[in-house]
């Protein structure tokens, strides 16, 4: 069975704080994908990585996915408010799409 | 463009009572999810359709769930009976297909008293 565990699982910050958010598997994924989740809504989709080693920025959000594509990283640089949320990670597996277990961050003003 | 509609968007009901979720996809995809969430267990996936036809069911947790999807742009998730721990919120997500980046709509909450 594969699994996608995040760590932390929560997350509790000062505003201007720098943080990093891990999801990690024992298997290969062809490609991964990092959602944000706030209160009262649905996941949304922040980025998508898919080749070994691969960096993506989204303004203070820095995604890197692992050079095996077993494991990725979302970095928030100088973390604000705004960030507070439920952060997935989700990767198509060998026969479907699985979801992490999520981070939930709270950043305090 | 349309995203994923869901309705209703909150539900209050009695235990035993029939709970009837719905749920349109993004034109165009070909798989639909059905998930649920709680601050317990996190997103569960319930149920996917593809092209329409149940694939995997095997996280409908008992046979009170049942998922039905009658054509492309329509599918529902019944509760018959409801149970107070039925209560969580319900997601269903479209994509184009089965292992592409899901689209998810902005949820029901079920409330079970």
């Known amino acids: 069975t594969q699994l996608l565990e995040q760590s932390p699982q929560f997350l509790s910050i000062q505003e201007g704080e720098n943080l990093t958010v891990y999801c990690n598997s024992s298997?290969?994924?062809?490609?991964l994908q990092w959602y944000r989740q706030e209160p009262g809504e649905g996941p949304v989709l922040l980025v998508t990585v898919v080749t070994g080693g691969e960096v993506k920025k989204l303004k203070r959000l820095t995604f890197q996915f692992g050079d095996a594509r077993k494991d990725s990283s979302l970095h928030i640089t100088a973390a604000q408010p705004g960030d507070t949320g439920l952060y997935l990670c989700a990767g198509s597996g060998t026969y479907k799409y699985i979801f992490g277990t999520g981070t939930r961050l709270k950043v305090l003003a | 463009d349309a995203g994923v509609i869901q309705s209703p968007r909150h539900e209050v009901t009695e235990m035993g009572q029939e709970v009837t979720l719905r749920c349109k996809p993004i034109?165009?995809?070909?798989?639909l999810f059905w998930y649920r969430q709680t601050m317990m267990r996190g997103l569960e996936l319930l149920i996917y359709f593809n092209n329409n036809v149940p694939i995997d069911d095997s996280g409908m947790p008992e046979d009170r769930f049942s998922a039905k999807m009658p054509n492309a742009s329509f599918s529902t998730l019944k509760i018959q009976p409801s149970e107070p721990r039925d209560s969580a919120v319900y997601f269903c997500a479209s994509s184009p297909q089965t292992r592409d980046t899901q689209y998810f709509g902005p949820g029901t909450r079920l409330t079970v008293l």
């Open positions: 298997s290969v994924f062809s490609s």
């Open positions: 034109s165009g995809h070909n798989s």
